[in-house]
């Protein structure tokens, strides 16, 4: 069982960034790919990114070219960069591995990001 455990969520201002990072209780080096989802109020939970092992990387449409994510197999890390916020940014953002085509096997608890002026 790996545990996830997120951090550097909080509120920004429309515009700011704010760079997320997930600590895994183990080696994720195995797992092909992480990700991060999210909950909006009100909304569907939705996958923002993932990476995968070989380095290929996704993105939801919402956030090209504003996020970036990437993973440290050697730390059993997974960071997301947000850039250039926004409102609709605004939600629950859960650290996820071993993502499958609806889901993950594991969840981080996770951390509330709030963008607003």
């Known amino acids: 069982q790996v545990r996830l455990v997120e951090s550097g969520g909080g509120l920004v201002q429309p515009g700011g960034s704010l760079q997320l990072s997930c600590t895994a209780s183990?080696?994720?080096?195995?797992?092909?790919?992480v990700g991060w989802y999210r909950q909006a109020p009100g909304k569907q939970r939705e996958l923002v990114a993932s990476v995968r092992n070989s380095g290929y990387t996704y993105y939801t449409d919402s956030v090209k070219g504003r996020f970036i994510i990437s993973r440290d197999n050697a730390k059993s890390t997974v960071s997301l960069q947000m850039n250039s916020l926004k409102s609709e940014d605004t939600g629950v953002y859960y650290c996820?591995?071993?993502?499958?085509?609806?889901?993950?096997?594991?969840w981080g608890q996770g951390t509330q990001v709030t963008v607003s002026s």
């Open positions: 996820v591995a071993d993502l499958y085509p609806t889901g993950a096997h594991y």
């Open positions: 183990e080696s994720i080096a195995s797992i092909n790919v």
